[in-house]
């Protein structure tokens, strides 16, 4: 248990983590990814609204100016260039082509080397074939605009940029990983720490619990047999037989408390060998049918022949006898009880569905917590703990098993064990 706590815990640190890490790591590089296009937009507006061109004379105007009273002058239309400097013209490679009627009519490739005019026209033909205004094609960016001569598009390189991009990316991805791994080798480390007082107090309690347990067995061996011996001398009345059947409840209780505590310290099966489990199931519903019939409840069995299982036996009939005993506490007056157990492949299923009442719909897998008890006065009266159910779920999970309840909209509940 202490274990599987520890790993959920570490699941648990290890996925906030993850979370954080990825969230940061996105919004870092998705605000680098929007910087990167949104200087490539603004570079493309400053050549739209200038035919293709940089104006650098203006440029080397607001150089001078710059200079003179460190404020970046206005443009003549009321437009400043406070988001590029004076070198931009000459730092920017770009081009541009002018298509029209489907044809190019022209080229101005003077700011860029990497592009001749057959590569030029094949970027503009392809942009024109896909429809888009705006975008990337390889590592140019680009905008589609109007012109005199009919359609001009013009390219921004960005390769730099598109690097500089990718270099952080995948830093960022390596960092974060980094990060991880360390903070997963922290937490392994600390939770070992954290955890072991946790497991040092729930060993104690299941060793105060078996020690109980033990302890608890001699009074109600003593008291058993001094109820008996008063009935030998006094007869048996209504005090003695309810003073014997609480030392039987106590005493089923205890044992089921040291089972459940065992499999807590050593959840393997003790021992295990090959039996027929049809058999088995056979006994066990034979042993209920004559407080079945006390009970005017009847029981459905459809046991197939001949299943061999390999595990512990007496583990196993006690886990087929606490769902049967379940299911006739706790089924509805004159209900029947039906119970299967059939191949599924490699695997084995154990369905038990009765009538019971006062159960949502849905999952009842709380039932298997220990002395979880849905209803108090009901249990008081049919003499339930809430352990049984919980031993159960040990006994299937020691076998490396399943088990799940249900209830549908009818009120029938269905447990299903699968081994």
Same mark, same amino acid.
């Given at each position: 248990?202490?274990?599987?706590?520890?790993?959920?815990?570490?699941? &648990?640190?290890?996925?906030?983590?993850?979370?954080?890490?990825?969230?940061?790591?996105?919004?870092?590089?998705? &605000?680098?990814?929007?910087?990167?296009?949104?200087?490539?937009? *603004?570079?493309?507006?400053?050549?739209?609204?200038?035919?293709?061109?940089?104006?650098?004379?203006?440029?080397?105007?607001?150089?001078?100016?710059?200079?003179? *009273?460190?404020? #970046?002058?206005?443009?003549?239309?009321?437009?400043?260039?406070?988001?590029?400097? #004076?070198?931009?013209?000459?730092?920017?490679?770009?081009?541009?082509?002018?298509?029209?009627?489907?044809?190019?009519?022209?080229?101005?490739?003077?700011?860029? !080397?990497?592009?001749?005019?057959?590569?030029?026209?094949?970027?503009?033909?392809?942009?024109?074939?896909?429809?888009?205004?705006?975008?990337?094609?390889?590592?140019?960016?680009?905008?589609?605009? *109007?012109?005199?001569?009919?359609?001009?598009?013009?390219?921004?390189?960005?390769?730099?940029?598109?690097?500089? /991009?990718?270099?952080?990316?995948?830093?960022?991805?390596?960092?974060?990983?980094?990060?991880?791994?360390?903070?997963?080798?922290?937490?392994?480390?600390?939770?070992?720490?954290? /955890?072991?007082?946790?497991?040092?107090?729930? !060993?104690?309690?299941?060793?105060?619990? @078996? *020690?109980?347990?033990?302890?608890?067995?001699?009074?109600?061996?003593?008291?058993?047999?001094?109820?008996?011996?008063?009935?030998?001398?006094?007869?048996?009345?209504?005090?003695?037989?309810? @003073?014997?059947?609480?030392?039987?409840?106590?005493?089923?209780?205890?044992?089921?408390?040291? !089972?459940?505590?065992?499999?807590?310290?050593?959840?393997? #099966?003790?021992?295990?060998?090959?039996?027929?489990?049809?058999?088995? &199931?056979?006994?066990?519903?034979?042993?209920?049918?004559?407080?079945?019939?006390?009970?005017?409840?009847?029981?459905?069995?459809?046991?197939?022949?001949?299943?061999?299982?390999?595990?512990?036996?007496?583990?196993?009939?006690?886990?087929?006898?606490?769902?049967?005993?379940?299911?006739?506490?706790?089924?509805?007056?004159?209900?029947?009880?039906?119970?299967?157990?059939?191949?599924?492949?490699?695997?084995?299923?154990?369905?038990?569905?009765?009538? @019971?009442?006062?159960?949502?719909?849905?999952?009842?897998?709380?039932?298997?917590?220990?002395?979880?008890? #849905?209803?108090?006065?009901?249990?008081?009266?049919?003499?339930?703990?809430?352990?049984?159910?919980?031993?159960?779920?040990?006994?299937?999970?020691?076998?490396?098993?399943?088990?799940?309840?249900?209830?549908?909209?009818?009120?029938?509940?269905? /447990?299903?064990?699968?081994?």
């Amino acid at each position: 248990m202490i274990k599987n706590l520890r790993k959920r815990f570490i699941f &648990a640190a290890m996925a906030s983590t993850f979370g954080v890490l990825f969230v940061i790591m996105s919004i870092l590089n998705i &605000a680098n990814y929007a910087r990167m296009v949104s200087r490539a937009d *603004d570079t493309l507006s400053e050549l739209v609204d200038n035919n293709g061109q940089f104006d650098r004379k203006d440029f080397l105007k607001e150089k001078v100016k710059t200079n003179a *009273d460190s404020q #970046p002058p206005d443009k003549p239309d009321g437009k400043s260039n406070d988001k590029f400097s #004076p070198e931009t013209p000459f730092q920017t490679r770009y081009f541009s082509v002018v298509v029209s009627d489907g044809a190019v009519e022209s080229y101005s490739l003077d700011n860029i !080397a990497a592009v001749d005019e057959s590569e030029a026209e094949s970027y503009a033909l392809k942009i024109l074939g896909d429809g888009s205004d705006s975008g990337f094609t390889d590592i140019y960016r680009y905008r589609v605009a *109007d012109c005199e001569d009919g359609t001009r598009i013009i390219f921004v390189d960005c390769r730099q940029e598109l690097e500089s /991009f990718r270099n952080t990316l995948v830093y960022s991805v390596g960092v974060s990983l980094l990060g991880f791994l360390a903070v997963f080798m922290l937490v392994l480390f600390w939770s070992k720490k954290i /955890f072991k007082p946790v497991a040092e107090s729930y !060993a104690k309690q299941k060793r105060f619990i @078996t *020690d109980a347990s033990h302890e608890i067995k001699t009074p109600l061996t003593i008291i058993d047999a001094n109820t008996e011996v008063i009935e030998m001398v006094n007869g048996e009345s209504e005090w003695t037989k309810n @003073t014997r059947d609480q030392v039987k409840r106590l005493t089923a209780l205890t044992n089921q408390m040291v !089972a459940l505590s065992r499999l807590d310290e050593n959840p393997e #099966p003790k021992e295990k060998a090959k039996f027929d489990l049809s058999d088995v &199931a056979y006994e066990v519903i034979d042993h209920f049918s004559s407080l079945s019939e006390v009970r005017g409840k009847k029981i459905s069995a459809d046991i197939e022949d001949g299943i061999k299982y390999v595990g512990d036996e007496n583990s196993i009939r006690q886990l087929i006898s606490i769902l049967v005993d379940n299911a006739m506490k706790y089924a509805v007056e004159s209900a029947d009880i039906s119970i299967s157990l059939k191949r599924d492949g490699r695997k084995v299923k154990f369905v038990l569905k009765n009538l @019971t009442d006062g159960m949502e719909e849905g999952s009842q897998d709380i039932l298997f917590e220990r002395f979880y008890r #849905p209803d108090s006065s009901r249990n008081s009266e049919t003499g339930g703990s809430g352990i049984g159910l919980s031993l159960a779920k040990s006994i299937v999970e020691s076998h490396k098993g399943r088990i799940t309840a249900r209830c549908d909209g009818d009120g029938y509940i269905t /447990f299903q064990v699968t081994l």
